[in-house]
């Protein structure tokens, strides 16, 4: 299968190794990746700050970055629930509502088209040492993505994945959130990690870079013993072993 993928600017910027590991499964899996290097923002960040021209402006050149008739992968849940549920709110009734629809329908986040779409779960990953899943906001609810990520790295050999306390509850990031009610922000980011060291996990994963970025902040910033990891990045580990 030939898929093009959508990188985020978050992980096109901080976290380049996540988005070569995404290129990495997804060839594993058998698909033929094709990058358009022009791609940039899908316009969450303005959309959630209430500047909705701004976002209409970004999300309609990422309408014309992508083809309508192509499958589209991304390793982020957020920026695909912005495609799929808030693109109605910009280009409904508009010149792109058609070319929109299409694409809202093609557009997958990673651990939801591998499980779903190829039916592939096993990758040859070996992490050692134990682990708990972080369920984003936008993946949970927007993308509705749950026992899929569980079910990839259930297949990791030597990583324990264990249950997390209110596992369902925000990180405490939201984006501009973070920024407008830090307090608030770090007080949640600091429940999600004790709830983490508690169950004695060595990392938190998550399909959203978004969210490890807020709990890595964190975690440095404490000095914890416990590091986050974004699920492509746990899937194209220890290949080397194999």
Same mark, same amino acid.
């Given at each position: 299968m030939t898929i093009e993928l959508f990188i985020p600017c978050f992980i096109d910027q901080l976290y380049p190794d996540t988005a070569? +590991?995404?290129?990495?499964? &997804? !060839?594993k899996a058998g698909c033929t990746v094709n990058y358009n290097p022009e791609q940039t923002c899908c316009g969450q960040p303005a959309f959630n700050a209430g500047f909705w021209d701004d976002a209409k402006a970004v999300g309609s050149k990422f309408l014309n970055d992508f083809k309508e008739d192509s499958i589209i992968v991304s390793p982020s849940a957020s920026c695909t629930g912005m495609v799929r549920n808030y693109y109605n709110d910009l280009f409904t009734n508009t010149t792109s509502h058609n070319k929109c629809r299409n694409i809202q329908s093609n557009i997958y986040e990673?651990? @939801?088209f591998l499980v779903n779409i190829l039916q592939v779960d096993y990758f040859g990953a070996e992490l050692e040492g134990r682990a708990?899943?972080? @369920?984003s906001c936008a993946g949970l609810r927007e993308c509705k993505i749950k026992d899929e990520p569980r079910q990839l790295l259930s297949k990791v *050999?030597?990583? !324990? *994945?264990? /249950? &997390?306390? /209110? +596992? !369902?509850?925000?990180? $405490?990031? $939201? $984006?501009?959130?973070?920024?407008?009610? @830090?307090g608030i922000s770090t007080a949640m980011a600091q429940q999600k990690v004790d709830n983490a060291i508690a169950a004695k996990a060595d990392y938190i994963i998550s399909t959203d870079a978004s969210c490890l970025l807020h709990l890595q902040g964190y975690i440095d910033k404490n000095n914890l013993p416990i590091k986050t990891i974004h699920i492509a990045d746990v899937l194209a580990h220890g290949w080397g072993n194999v």
């Open positions: 070569f +590991n995404t290129v990495k499964v &997804l !060839e990673l651990s @939801d708990v899943y972080h @369920d *050999l030597g990583l !324990e *994945l264990v /249950d &997390l306390k /209110d +596992n !369902e509850t925000c990180c $405490g990031f $939201g $984006g501009t959130f973070a920024v407008k009610f @830090d």
